[in-house]
């Protein structure tokens, strides 16, 4: 027997790597040790649904980042990512403290508001526990836009309608407008 699995999001079938010579009565895997089945579609190799990579894990403090029905400039489907380009970016117990650029928010545009969670770093190292990888507060926010249609990514420049243009723990952004700063071409 030759095993297929079908992807309805995708509408395609999958045909997967294992055969099974059927033997009657025989049984194959049990509760503790299944009978696994692999495949992959390589129209979808190293396809990613996010541009920009893995965000930080929730740390349980955060910045709603609101992102305005009034935009203008995005399709539905452009990719958006809120980075902190000096954030926290080391975790664990050895607190090393390394900073760099951290991808801290991600949303889709579908064409109405979008409420984005930033993620705060953690730093639980004076009192002999890890650090959590995050934004720093007061460091600016940085959003960079995946253009699905043209596969460009720019970085924003935001009108900011309420709060701050910096990253605030337990505090919200509206941004009502973005244009491009820069274009970064398709590699």
Known sequence: MAFKFYDDVNDIVIDLNEIYNFVSNDIQGDAFDPFQLTGSNPDCEDESTNHFGDVADNTGVSELIIFSDSISNLEIG??????????????????????????VGYG???????????VSHIDFCDFNGPQLPGFIENNPIIVKIWDISEQIEYEAILTI??????????SFVVISEIDSEEIYGCT
Request: aromatic letters at 6%; charged letters at 25%.
């Open 78 to 103: 452009d990719q958006i990512g809120i980075f902190d380009m000096e954030g926290l970016i080391s975790g664990g117990e050895e607190c090393l403290d390394i900073i760099g650029e951290i991808l």
């Open 108 to 118: 889709e545009w579908t064409g109405s508001q979008l409420e984005v969670v930033a």
């Open 161 to 170: 309608s309420q709060g701050s243009s910096d990253f605030q723990e337990t």
